[in-house]
């Protein structure tokens, strides 16, 4: 009996090697598991768009600036909604802004160290707050420069109507003026970092965030397709 005891010892309860099993099953399951449902993709890539034509692209005195800005306030609310409502991933409790949590997870990232997030991993957790919150500001100066929400077009019909230059009235918006741009000036540069630190992690850890976002599914690099 000595000896049979100390052989089930050595080699560890059957149990818990079963449920050791299970829980590295759960584990690598979690990296290939739907990460993003499709509201979550279609308000990331809808607002990333509209960031892109406003901030690089479109004239900030035509009309189709106003327009897209109101699409991409149209999106964000609906992403907030969604915080609040959706999936669990989706959820505002499911990443909550963390500074020691970033901190944590930068040392783990540079280490090559995998933790699998249901959810915003620490840092994009912060990432997307800030984000957020300078979308709002540039969005709400930028409705509060306008005297009329829906300026009429000037002189110009048809659909080019939109991409005409239209003169809005300054005065006593100056300083919203101001706001507006300096605030649209960080929210391309927390973009730019956006991108930079997602290629990066998504180098140094193996799963691509990128591609999660498009087909809302996150896999390694050890993950076949």
Known sequence: MGNEDRSQK?????????RLMATQTNDGAAHAAPAWDPIVRLTHW???????LNGLIVEDESLIHIWIGYVALGFLVLRLIWGV????????TSFPPSIAAAKVHLGDMLLGERRPHKS????????????????????????MMESDPFP??????GFTAIFSEYERPYGDSEV???IHETAANVLLF??????????LESRLTGVNLVRAMVRGRRRTQGDEH
């Open 152 to 157: 009429p077009t000037q002189g110009v019909s």
């Open 46 to 52: 809808c607002v990333a768009l509209a960031v892109i």
């Open 10 to 18: 050595r080699q560890g309860h059957p149990g818990r090697a079963r």
């Open 120 to 143: 915003h991993n620490p840092l994009g957790a912060l990432m997307v707050y800030a984000i957020w919150g300078t979308l709002a500001v540039v969005v709400a100066t930028g409705v």
């Open 176 to 178: 919203l003026e101001e």
């Open 85 to 92: 409502i959706g999936t669990e991933e989706a959820r505002f």
């Open 190 to 199: 927390l973009a730019l970092i956006h991108v930079g630190g997602v290629l």
